[in-house]
């Protein structure tokens, strides 16, 4: 029985270069490594043959989205601790071992730090969680509006994932922010561990799967908010409240220009759920957005994303 099974689920990839590059930074500990092939078809049988030694290989008939990847691969795991890893993503090395040596601490979730490759090389690490305490309720709070970390972060006890039903399959995006809501939501908690990072590589023309390009994402954005909701069996908290208003906001501004009239309606939704939220934006961009300019405010973000070298994000980035 291994400790940890490492999850990846592939949809037609370039290469495994990622992956080799993972495993070799990671190989002293007690692994197995498990890939899942998301319906890529018979056309990329070639480039599957390029997995490293002892990987084992999942091939699914049909592409089901990577929450559905990523369960058919937990449903075989044979490890204690689960570790889920995107493709075209690495781990730094000794993180495997980083993770495990901060276990067994009751509730306590490790998890490394994000750091975004972006192409040319700039690097960015996100430290939001710095001043976050080991509260579940807390962190709930701030993964409503700001993730704090990756799911690809975490190192997961499987006995939690396997309870929780894995990841929610009906969600064409957002299923690892839901997972992780639902994670705090059962009384667990994360912990940092640093010195090591997920790193997240950024790529030409947003070809990652999770690129935001349809009306079923921002629905299935939505999906996650009115889950949070029902998941509250009395009156939701209004700290809460406040903190889903923010969340609707965000993924509003993230659809205004394709899709604007869902876009109004959600921003409504949220102002109903929240009348005295304020969106979580910086001081001169929210008095952009009190003058009924969101345009402007989209102009700005985009401007500043391009002089920093950073591509466009989700709706939470």
Request: charged share 25%; with cysteine.
């Amino acid at each position: 029985m291994p400790q940890i099974s490492v999850i990846v689920p592939a949809f037609k990839p370039h290469d495994f270069i990622s992956l080799h590059e993972s495993m070799a930074a990671n190989a002293g500990v007690d692994a197995e490594w498990i890939v899942v092939d998301d319906g890529s078809g018979s056309n990329f049988d070639a480039v599957f043959s390029t997995l490293p030694e002892g990987v084992r290989l999942l091939r699914q008939k049909e592409n089901c989205r990577q929450g559905a990847a990523r369960n058919a691969g937990l449903a075989v795991a044979r490890g204690r601790w689960v570790k889920f890893l995107d493709a075209d993503d690495k781990l730094d090395e000794g993180h495997l071992a980083a993770l495990l040596a901060a276990t067994g601490q009751g509730r306590a979730i490790p998890f490394a730090a994000t750091k975004h490759v972006f192409i040319g090389g700039g690097v960015l690490v996100n430290e939001s969680w710095c001043d976050l305490p080991p509260d579940p309720d807390v962190q709930f709070r701030r993964l409503i509006v700001r993730p704090f970390l990756h799911h690809c972060g975490a190192l997961f006890p499987r006995h939690l994932l396997t309870s929780l039903n894995g990841y929610d399959e009906s969600l064409v995006t957002d299923e690892d922010g839901d997972l992780l809501l639902r994670i705090l939501r059962s009384g667990y908690h994360f912990i940092p561990v640093e010195g090591v990072h997920y790193l997240y590589i950024h790529h030409q023309a947003e070809s990652r799967v999770s690129a935001d390009n349809d009306i079923k994402k921002m629905q299935a954005r939505i999906r996650v908010c009115e889950k949070v909701v029902n998941g509250f069996v009395e009156q939701l908290p209004v700290e809460v409240a406040e903190a889903l208003a923010q969340r609707m906001d965000k993924v509003a501004m993230n659809y205004w220009t394709a899709f604007p009239s869902e876009a109004q309606a959600l921003l409504a939704q949220a102002r109903r759920l929240a009348p005295g939220y304020r969106p979580d934006m910086r001081l001169p961009l929210r008095l952009m957005r009190d003058l009924g300019r969101p345009g402007m405010v989209l102009a700005a973000q985009g401007l500043y994303r391009r002089l920093k070298g950073r591509p466009k994000g989700g709706a939470q980035g």
